[in-house]
């Protein structure tokens, strides 16, 4: 199941992501790699190279984006919830270890589900709501995020790489025009800018996730674990991703008080 999530914010953060990577695929190539490789075998090496970074960038972005993060089916009928406690309904629930009510949903859902108020939806092993895909990260598509991040940090290394070679080079086409060396150089610093900035975001919340799958927890149970609210008791990280990446606050929604339920 394919999901597109009609949220503004997450519409202007994909814009800018996309723009960011054009703008540095149009700098590498028209003022990095054409002004001082034109003449080398190196040239059609590093645009290959390049752009295929982009594309496996953009496809595993698309495919975080655009795929079923671990949606909790929702029943086709309205379920009754006010004998919760007799009946087959009891029954049911002893068999059902962890397994919580959304008050949102009106459904059940297994353990370690949360509910994002901005999908609407519960979701399967929830890591956090990311405006950067305009998704949950979820069971099903945390790995084509980790990929994204993955793609993203080594495309921002190349590029710093490629402008310092740049810079330390001769540049042919520069001697004879200044204007040219000028906006060269002003290009050049604009994406080593973008670069580092995004390069240290993505390295930050990579290691995150990294650490989440080694300890098979999520970061919505780590800040579970520090206590809702209590920010003094979360590395960095964890309240780069609260702060930026839209982790849960506390709801104050009514719930079923016999089985907990969790809100984004």
Request: charged fraction near 20%; proline fraction near 5%.
């Amino acid at each position: 199941m394919t999901v597109f999530v009609k949220d503004p914010c997450g519409f202007i953060c994909i814009i800018f992501t996309y723009a960011a990577v054009v703008y540095a695929d149009y700098v590498v190539i028209r003022w990095i790699i054409v002004q001082t490789m034109a003449d080398s075998l190196w040239a059609p090496f590093h645009v290959c190279l390049f752009n295929t970074l982009v594309f496996l960038l953009s496809y595993t972005h698309i495919k975080a984006m655009i795929s079923d993060p671990g949606a909790v089916p929702l029943p086709k009928t309205r379920v009754d919830f006010s004998d919760i406690h007799t009946g087959e309904l009891s029954s049911m629930l002893q068999n059902k270890d962890d397994w919580t009510v959304c008050s949102r949903c009106e459904t059940y859902r297994p353990p370690r589900a949360h509910h994002c108020r901005i999908c609407k939806r519960c979701i399967k092993r929830m890591d956090h709501h990311c405006p950067w895909i305009n998704n949950c990260v979820g069971e099903k598509n945390q790995r084509y995020f980790v990929q994204f991040l993955i793609y993203v940090t080594i495309l921002a290394v190349y590029a710093i790489i490629l402008v310092t070679i740049s810079l330390l080079k001769e540049c042919p086409l520069c001697s004879g025009e200044i204007t040219i060396k000028q906006t060269r150089i002003l290009h050049s610093i604009i994406l080593i800018v973008e670069a580092v900035m995004f390069g240290l975001f993505v390295l930050t919340i990579l290691y995150d996730q990294i650490d989440a799958i080694i300890n098979d927890e999520t970061s919505i149970e780590q800040l579970q674990a520090a206590g809702d609210g209590d920010t003094a008791k979360l590395s960095y990280r964890k309240v780069l991703l609260r702060h930026i990446c839209r982790l849960p606050c506390q709801s104050y929604h009514p719930t079923y008080r016999h089985l907990p339920s969790h809100t984004v």
